[in-house]
T-cell receptor, first 117, second 111 residues
Framework: DTEVTQTPKHLVMGMTNKKSLKCEQH?????MYWYKQKAKKPPELMFV???????INESVPSRFSPECPNSSLLNLHLHALQPEDSALYLC????????????????FGAGTRLSVL | GQSLEQPSEVTAVEGAIVQINCTYQ??????LSWYQQHDGGAPTFLSY????GLEETGRFSSFLSRSDSYGYLLLQELQMKDSASYFC????????????FGKGTRLSVIA
């Protein structure tokens, strides 16, 4: 099973709403990632969790709040978003890839397409 | 920091061969990956080069020259379903590190 599952697939929210994006993997991967992707652009890293600890925050605004309840789950809590935050939000996971040769392949979910009105 | 350069668009004929180049500048280097993303879909892993040379996986091959900071993805016997965006991505350090993606090459396969 090489599947990363994201819910919901689509989300429309107002600027005063609070919502959460969910991501789940059962591959035993110890690293999980949140990316933001705008149309015709590459994925842009937001957060990295390694062994359930936040290891990288790419200066993301505090209206985005990640959470890793356990090694299989990753959430992204959204509050007071702006219209420019509308994008595809991708979750990914990878095995512990500490050696020079290790591929550290990232497996992506299908994403949540978020529209902020 | 890291930066990657790849062509923004490539068009090729069904059945042909196409090469997508990627040059990179990084402060450290552990490997070059290639990902495919269809419109509305998730990026999916295609190939990885940690060492110089050619890696072959079916119709797709990837090449790396560390001394030239250069790699390419070669797609053979092109099919219409290969129309997608292709991203090269650098892994700059070891461990559970993020990838740095190039801006992507939009491949259009025409009949």
């Amino acid at each position: 099973d090489t599947e990363v599952t994201q819910t919901p697939k689509h989300l429309v929210m107002g600027m005063t709403n609070k919502k959460s994006l969910k991501c789940e993997q059962h591959m035993g991967h110890r690293a999980m990632y949140w990316y933001k992707q705008k149309a015709k652009k590459p994925p842009e890293l937001m957060f990295v969790y390694s062994y359930e600890k936040l290891s990288i925050n790419e200066s993301v605004p505090s209206r985005f709040s990640p959470e890793c309840p356990n090694s299989s789950l990753l959430n992204l809590h959204l509050h007071a978003l702006q219209p420019e935050d509308s994008a595809l939000y991708l979750c990914a996971s990878s095995q512990d890839g500490d050696s020079f040769i290790a591929k550290n392949i990232q497996y992506f979910g299908a994403g949540t397409r978020l529209s902020v009105l | 920091g890291q930066s990657l350069e790849q062509p923004s668009e490539v068009t090729a004929v069904e059945g042909a061969i196409v090469q997508i180049n990627c040059t990179y500048q990084t402060s450290g280097f552990y490997g070059l990956s290639w990902y495919q993303q269809h419109d509305g879909g998730a990026p999916t892993f295609l190939s990885y080069n940690g060492l110089d040379g050619l890696e072959e996986t079916g119709r797709f091959s990837s090449f790396l020259s560390r001394s030239d900071s250069y790699g390419y993805l070669l797609l053979q016997e092109l099919q219409m379903k290969d129309s997608a965006s292709y991203f090269c991505a650098v892994r700059a350090v070891s461990g559970n590190t993020p990838l740095v993606f190039g801006k992507g090459t939009r491949l259009s396969v025409i009949a």
